[in-house]
């Protein structure tokens, strides 16, 4: 049975379905592309890894022809459907990077913070209105074994510079007065909010008036040599391209051995009707930090600059073979539990309504990070695997693709996360197998106060451990 609060909920993104803001393009799509073209770079996907690589490739050289492909519209994707963090961290969060990478995670922090302080840059130089504020972000207990974890997170943080500081259980009921906190940890900087449909299309027209083409409506189905570049198929064309950066995210990618490495993960947010200034004053939080719980099956929540609050997370769900279909945009059963969970956090709230429940696919990998390659002879690059923090990280990681495919060594591509590559999933349908199981034992876990069973302690023992 559906919660009441969801009632009239629409099923569509909320950033996509803002017609009466005025920072919405009211303009049709681009064209498809029909007939053959030549570009001295192509970008394959519409979402932010393809608009931060148009955009640098223009800044680096003013000249380059660059085109970019996208299969539908331009942010349609995770890009418009996210829950609008834009996180400083490179590595999905200081933990995993500091596992995976300990020999640079200094290096990598200092990366992170450079390119968030460059992605407020950009929005001030494109005067691009998406809401951005450098909230800073609280990560916060909801049960006491969690507590130790953020301890942890709090001294690893100071150690590498963070601006943090340790909340205990009345200083957090304090400042956001949410009935299950234990304890928190607030990272003062290193998270900004942000309208992330409006940041699409701030990058898309930034790009355009820099001379980018845009053809939407346009999938690539094949790409292969050209003389001494690429010749990228779509269904009505064709593009010779010298260079090629892909960005297609959860999506098939046209090159192979980039397949073997990302599964697609859905996650689900819902967003409420702006709340009065009455709701506003029960539940504090009036300096507007992101919220994201310390659970691993975790909700992530904040407050929008029309005073809503979006409220996401929890269930990562993975349909076996790895299916990405519309139908699986809405999942009843998850926003009935988000609905109550927010309910449970929030109870003064109670009464207050949904007017957005939506779904969208994360592109996953074994790390939990960014990946990065070139395939045909270094004429094209590829990123991917952001899972979920790909709001700020896809702009580092447009980067590293045009340092790339530039052919000489960079600061970047000696980077031991970019020289290296996550462990590959298996076929199906052991995938399907491992996954579900890995799933279950977190949710076991979080359910027996962090205790993880045998299945993820052999993952963790292997380098493949998942605990957010």
Same mark, same amino acid.
């Given at each position: ?44 996907? #519409? ?32 890009? #418009?459907? *996210? ?369 993880? *069973? ?15």
């Amino acid at each position: 049975m559906r919660h009441p609060a969801l009632r009239d909920a629409a099923g569509t993104p909320f950033w996509l379905d803002q017609p009466q803001r005025p920072q919405r393009p009211q303009r049709p799509p681009h064209p498809p592309l029909r007939g053959a073209a030549e570009a001295d770079l192509a970008v394959v996907g #519409g979402g932010f890894s393809g608009l931060w690589t148009a955009l640098l490739a223009k800044e680096r050289d003013p000249g380059l022809d660059v085109v970019v492909l996208e299969g539908r519209r331009i942010g349609w994707a995770a890009s #418009g459907r *996210n829950g609008g963090f834009c996180a400083g961290s490179l590595t999905h969060g200081l933990a995993n990077g500091a596992e995976r990478f300990p020999d640079e995670i200094e290096t990598l922090e200092a990366l992170g913070r450079e390119n968030l302080d460059g992605i407020e840059a950009t929005l001030q130089r494109y005067s691009i209105d998406c809401g951005f504020e450098r909230t800073g972000e609280l990560s916060v207990a909801t049960a006491p074994w969690q507590v130790p974890g953020l301890l942890e997170q709090q001294r690893l943080s100071e150690r590498l510079g963070r601006r943090v500081e340790l909340l205990d259980r009345d200083a957090i009921r304090a400042e956001v007065h949410g009935a299950t906190y234990e304890a928190a940890v607030w990272d003062r900087d290193g998270t900004a909010l942000l309208d992330p449909a409006r940041l699409a299309w701030g990058l898309a027209d930034a790009c355009a008036a820099l001379g980018v083409r845009f053809h939407e409506g346009t999938r690539v189905t094949g790409i292969s040599p050209a003389g001494a570049g690429l010749r990228l198929r779509t269904p009505d064309g064709s593009v010779t391209a010298a260079k090629v950066a892909l960005g297609t995210g959860a999506f098939r990618s046209p090159l192979r051995r980039v397949r073997p490495f990302i599964v697609p993960v859905y996650d689900y947010a819902l967003m409420t009707e702006p709340l009065t200034a009455g709701q506003l004053a029960s539940i504090g939080w009036a300096r507007r930090q992101g919220i994201a719980d310390a659970a691993n099956q975790f909700h992530y929540y904040r407050r929008t600059d029309d005073d809503r609050i979006l409220w996401g997370g929890y269930d990562a769900v993975y349909h076996n073979g790895g299916a990405i279909r519309p139908a699986y945009d809405q999942r009843p059963s998850t926003s009935d539990k988000l609905a109550t969970h927010f309910f449970e956090t929030f109870p003064q709230l109670e009464g207050l309504r949904f007017t957005h429940a939506w779904g969208g696919v994360v592109d996953t990998c074994s790390r939990f990070c960014a990946f990065f390659g070139t395939g045909h002879g270094g004429r094209l690059a590829y990123a991917a695997g952001f899972t979920g923090l790909g709001v700020g990280a896809t702009r580092f990681g447009a980067q590293v693709m045009l340092d790339l495919l530039s052919g000489e060594p960079t600061p970047l591509t000696r980077l031991r996360m970019v020289r290296s590559k996550p462990v590959p999933f298996p076929p199906e349908p052991v995938r399907s197998g491992v996954i579900q199981l890995t799933r279950w034992s977190i949710a076991r876990a979080d359910a027996h106060d962090g205790r993880r *069973n045998l299945w993820l302690r052999t993952l963790d023992r292997l380098g493949l451990g998942f605990d957010s």
